[in-house]
């Protein structure tokens, strides 16, 4: 449904997006994930036709974003970060304002608005002035003028920023049952809505698209599996470095009793294991623990985004 080929951005010497390629799926929900300024506003912009790109190209259904950009704007719906609203309106006023400029057939306008109200919970403050409401609401609002004309893709840019919890937790419910019905893009810098809401995470960094894939990927990509062993016993870590599989032996955690929690990595967690426990017997060590642990997607985005 969306091809980005080779997508570049430039504002003036800093390069923001950096000759970026992805496709995304009909009935996807992705999450662009990375640090702040690390080019997913600037991207989400050439998605929407907000922008216009220095080089490469995007389609969505064959059709390109700049070339036919009135024809693409109604196929996307977009929130962007700070949702741009009328806040003198009322919020069932603003809708149907959104709603006529959105080409919707009078006839229909009704009933597309008062969808919006049901799917967005917004019956509460139908007739509240929009700067009267929290910023919870406001992004509700935000939510339904970009949804009003029922596009096939809904595109957010940070939909949970400045939200308390509870807020979040709605958004994101919210995102999950839109991800039945459309193709929907959000990015975010929290990797936890990212895991939670997104069939497939697109890591980017300096403009540049690190990692892809679904949690579960990006995490099977990580350095291999993290070992914990807590061990008791003489010159512990000089041996456990000497052995060819064993990475990046680390202490963790020193015990009272004695023992010293050592975490070490390798291509195998099974061959590391076996290989502890051979060691310990071979000096006489006393192992209380020894327990894998896979890599977090936390664990991921921190190394492919340092730096």
Same mark, same amino acid.
């Given at each position: 449904?969306?091809?980005?080929?080779?997508? !570049?951005?430039? *504002?003036?010497?800093?390069?923001?997006?950096?000759?970026?390629?992805?496709?995304?799926?009909?009935?996807?929900?992705?999450? #662009?994930?990375?640090?702040?300024?690390?080019?997913?506003?600037?991207?989400? %912009?050439?998605?929407? !036709?907000? #922008?216009?790109? =220095?080089?490469?190209?995007?389609?969505?259904?064959?059709?390109?974003?700049? @070339?036919?950009? +009135?024809?693409? /704007?109604?196929?996307?719906?977009?929130?962007?970060?700070?949702?741009?609203? *009328?806040?003198?309106?009322?919020?069932?006023?603003?809708?149907?304002?959104? $709603?006529?400029?959105?080409?919707?057939?009078?006839?229909?306008?009704?009933? $597309?608005?008062?969808?919006?109200? $049901?799917?967005?919970?917004?019956?509460?403050?139908?007739? %509240?002035?929009?700067?009267? +409401?929290?910023?919870?609401?406001?992004?509700?609002?935000?939510? $339904?003028?970009?949804?009003?004309?029922?596009?096939?893709?809904?595109?957010?840019?940070?939909?949970?920023?400045? #939200?308390?919890?509870?807020?979040? /937790?709605?958004?994101?419910?919210?995102?999950?049952? +839109?991800?039945?019905?459309? =193709?929907?893009?959000?990015?975010?810098?929290?990797?936890?809505?990212?895991?939670?809401?997104?069939?497939?995470?697109?890591?980017?960094?300096?403009? %540049?698209?690190? @990692?892809?894939?679904?949690?579960?990927?990006?995490?099977?990509?990580?350095?291999?599996?993290?070992?914990?062993?807590?061990?008791?016993?003489?010159?512990?870590?000089?041996?456990?470095?000497?052995?060819?599989?064993?990475?990046?032996?680390?202490?963790?955690?020193?015990?009272?009793?004695?023992?010293?929690?050592?975490?070490?990595?390798?291509? !195998?967690?099974?061959?590391?294991?076996?290989?502890?426990?051979?060691?310990?017997?071979?000096? @006489?060590?006393?192992?209380?623990? #020894?327990?894998?642990?896979?890599?977090?997607?936390?664990?991921?985005?921190? /190394?492919? =985004? /340092?730096?």
């Amino acid at each position: 449904m969306i091809k980005v080929d080779s997508l !570049s951005k430039r *504002y003036g010497r800093v390069l923001a997006v950096d000759n970026i390629s992805f496709n995304i799926e009909k009935g996807e929900v992705v999450g #662009l994930l990375g640090p702040n300024g690390a080019g997913k506003t600037t991207t989400m %912009k050439m998605l929407t !036709s907000f #922008l216009p790109c =220095t080089a490469g190209r995007i389609t969505v259904d064959g059709l390109d974003v700049f @070339g036919d950009s +009135l024809k693409v /704007r109604q196929r996307i719906g977009y929130l962007p970060e700070n949702c741009p609203l *009328y806040m003198d309106m009322e919020v069932e006023q603003f809708l149907k304002f959104c $709603a006529e400029i959105r080409g919707i057939d009078s006839s229909k306008r009704k009933k $597309a608005v008062d969808k919006m109200i $049901a799917e967005c919970d917004l019956k509460k403050v139908t007739h %509240k002035i929009i700067s009267h +409401l929290s910023k919870g609401y406001r992004q509700r609002v935000g939510l $339904a003028q970009a949804m009003i004309h029922d596009p096939d893709i809904l595109i957010m840019d940070e939909p949970t920023s400045g #939200l308390d919890p509870n807020q979040i /937790r709605d958004i994101l419910n919210l995102i999950n049952n +839109l991800g039945q019905q459309k =193709t929907v893009i959000h990015s975010t810098h929290i990797l936890t809505e990212a895991e939670s809401t997104s069939k497939r995470i697109l890591i980017i960094n300096n403009g %540049k698209i690190v @990692g892809e894939g679904t949690p579960e990927q990006l995490s099977a990509q990580s350095a291999g599996t993290a070992v914990f062993a807590a061990i008791k016993g003489e010159d512990v870590q000089a041996k456990l470095e000497a052995v060819d599989f064993i990475k990046d032996v680390s202490k963790t955690k020193d015990a009272d009793d004695g023992y010293v929690q050592y975490a070490m990595h390798g291509q !195998s967690e099974d061959s590391i294991a076996e290989d502890v426990f051979k060691l310990a017997v071979t000096n @006489g060590w006393v192992i209380n623990e #020894l327990h894998t642990q896979k890599a977090s997607l936390e664990d991921v985005f921190a /190394r492919l =985004t /340092r730096g």
